[in-house]
């Protein structure tokens, strides 16, 4: 599951005995906690150097879901 699927309702998990769990239409405010400001992202170079983790996720968060997020 991730954070896209979260904001455009598409969200749905069925666990092995069955039961299946999904977001209804009217649904409350999705509360993420990322990571830390001392996380370094080694995947994403600037300088040689990996970047702020927390301000990667905050960025491809944005990117993903901003127009959606605005609505």
């Known amino acids: 599951m991730n954070l896209r ?3 455009k309702g ?3 998990f069925e ?3 069955g039961k299946k769990y999904e977001l209804k239409e009217k649904r ?5 906690g ?3 400001w001392e996380v370094e992202e080694k995947d994403v170079l600037v300088d040689g150097k990996g970047i702020c983790g927390g301000l990667l996720d905050l ?13």
């Not at 409350?28 to 993420?32: A, E, I, T």
């Open 5 to 7: 699927d979260g904001v």
């Open 10 to 12: 598409r969200m749905c």
């Open 15 to 17: 666990n092995g005995n």
């Open 28 to 32: 409350g405010v999705l509360m993420v």
């Open 34 to 36: 990322g990571r830390g």
């Open 59 to 71: 960025g491809m968060y944005f990117l993903d879901n901003g127009k959606m997020v605005v609505k």
